[in-house]
């Protein structure tokens, strides 16, 4: 099975900074690696697949990059609505594998 | 629009068995895979299970197998998951989730999540 690590796993931050989240995958997923946001008590919401593909209707301030085993997800001006928590997927082979969620908290 | 109902949750017993439904509208639910998530309470999320659009072929995460099976009725639009001899590590809210795209290339990108439906199991 494919291992996705996430760093870091908590972060606090001010609306306004740059905040950037990392995937590391145990072996390499070449770019078939997706994002997801999600808020308490809500479903997950697809942001990014391909690595870098910026899904529908989300803001270009989320942006992606990697392949292989090491992927980012950057948010370069934070706002309000942006605190939740992020989870990875990738989606190269079964069994599906997630990594374990950043959240992404207000200082 | 796309819409993902998820229904059948409860409180069961440990070794017990429930069944959970998921009515599906706004797509051509024969055309697509189709999965359940899980996410235990304050943990993140697990793939469970996915169907080909014809039922031809379902695939399972190792914690479920021979224990939850997934099913689907295309002339309902329905997706099933019938849990047997349940675990208390199985309690979570499970989401019924349908893939971005319906092409036999298409990767397994979650673009569309139900609202989840919550199981507990617990004596």
């Known amino acids: 099975d494919i291992q996705l690590t996430q760093s870091p796993s908590f972060l606090s931050a001010s609306v306004g900074d740059r905040v950037t989240i990392t995937c590391r995958a145990s072996q390499g997923v070449r770019s078939y690696l997706v994002w997801y946001q999600q808020k308490p008590g809500k479903a997950p919401n697809l942001l990014m697949y391909?690595?870098?593909t910026l899904q529908n209707g989300v803001p270009s301030r989320f942006s992606g990059s990697g392949s292989g085993t090491e992927f980012t997800l950057t948010i370069s001006s934070l706002q309000p609505e942006d605190f939740a928590t992020y989870y990875c997927q990738q989606a190269k082979s079964y069994p599906i594998t997630f990594g374990q969620g950043t959240r992404l908290e207000i200082k | 629009e796309v819409h993902l109902v998820e229904s059948g949750g409860g409180l069961v017993q440990p070794g017990g068995s429930l069944r959970l439904s998921c009515a599906a509208s706004g797509f051509t639910f024969g055309t697509f895979w189709m999965s359940w998530v899980r996410q235990a309470p304050g943990m993140g999320l697990e793939w469970v299970a996915s169907?080909?659009?014809?039922?031809?072929?379902?695939l399972y995460v190792d914690a479920v197998k021979g224990r939850l099976t997934i099913s689907r009725d295309n002339a309902r639009n329905s997706l099933y998951l019938q849990m047997n001899s349940l675990r208390a590590d199985d309690t979570a809210v499970y989401y019924c989730?349908?893939?971005?795209?319906?092409?036999?290339?298409?990767?397994?990108?979650?673009?569309?999540w139900g609202q989840g439906t919550l199981v507990t199991v617990s004596s």
């Open positions: 989730a349908r893939l971005l795209c319906s092409a036999s290339t298409c990767s397994t990108i979650y673009a569309y």
């Open positions: 169907i080909k659009p014809d039922g031809g072929e379902k």
């Open positions: 391909s690595a870098s």
